[in-house]
T-cell receptor
Framework: GAGVSQTPSNKVTEKGKYVELRCDPI?????LYWYRQSLGQGPEFLIY????????DSGLPNDRFFAVRPEGSVSTLKIQRTERGDSAVYLC?????????????FGPGTRLTVL | LAKTTQPISMDSYEGQEVNITCSHN???????ITWYQQFPSQGPRFIIQ???TKVTNEVASLFIPADRKSSTLSLPRVSLSDTAVYYC????????????FGSGTRLSIRP
């Protein structure tokens, strides 16, 4: 079946601009996660949704970052007033509710470059 | 979540068995040990998870000693396509848990 998809695959923007990154989770998965990965580092947690609500947004670095999941499926990560330090690969993952040992399925990521 | 320590990088050759050891001295009673694999330009991919002793699947084996303070991911007869970063994670992961990744082990396989 289809995996997690993310669009765009690459995004180049200028400092100060607004960007939106989209994630389409695996159909039926209720949990959705956003991570950010800088070069040479492991992914860093940003926010987690259970259904439509953000269950844990403790990883969002500041109030320029915001994410929504209005219908409990597709999610959009929004970054306002982008800074060069926001350049990274943004990964989305989803998981079902099959129980305690449920694994997360990751998308290919969106590479964001802020000039 | 328990902290993990794993080698920064490892090199091996095609056809060899590769063992990557992860230390997790502060593992809690309810924690599981999970390994993810990440190829360049892709998101991480779950490869194996275990609680104690040995777990084997079509991709790898995971060896966990009785004290559970370490674990070893074993990749049999590696090929060039096994070149990737491997992350060792410890915790009680579920559909309601964020994953805390470390820097992982960068495995390079040579012909």
């Amino acid at each position: 079946g289809a995996g997690v998809s993310q669009t765009p695959s690459n995004k180049v923007t200028e400092k100060g601009k607004y960007v939106e990154l989209r994630c389409d989770p695996i159909s039926g998965h209720t949990a959705l996660y956003w991570y950010r990965q800088s070069l040479g580092q492991g992914p860093e947690f940003l926010i987690y949704f259970q259904g439509t609500g953000a269950a844990d947004d403790s990883g969002l670095p500041n109030d320029r970052f915001f994410a929504v999941r209005p219908e409990g499926s597709v999610s959009t990560l929004k970054i306002q007033r982008t800074e060069r330090g926001d350049s990274a690969v943004y990964l989305c993952a989803s998981s079902g509710t099959s129980g305690r040992l449920d694994t997360q399925y990751f998308g290919p990521g969106t590479r964001l470059t802020v000039l | 979540l328990a902290k993990t320590t794993q080698p920064i990088s490892m090199d091996s050759y095609e056809g060899q068995e590769v063992n990557i050891t992860c230390s997790h001295n502060n593992i809690a009673t309810n924690d599981y040990i999970t390994w993810y694999q990440q190829f360049p330009s892709q998101g991480p991919r779950f490869i194996i998870q275990g609680y104690k002793t040995k777990v084997t699947n079509e991709v790898a084996s995971l060896f966990i000693p009785a004290d559970r303070k370490s674990s070893t991911l074993s990749l049999p007869r590696v090929s060039l396509s096994d070149t990737a970063v491997y992350y060792c994670l410890v915790g009680l992961y579920s559909s309601a848990s964020k994953i805390i990744f470390g820097s992982g082990t960068r495995l390079s396989i040579r012909p």
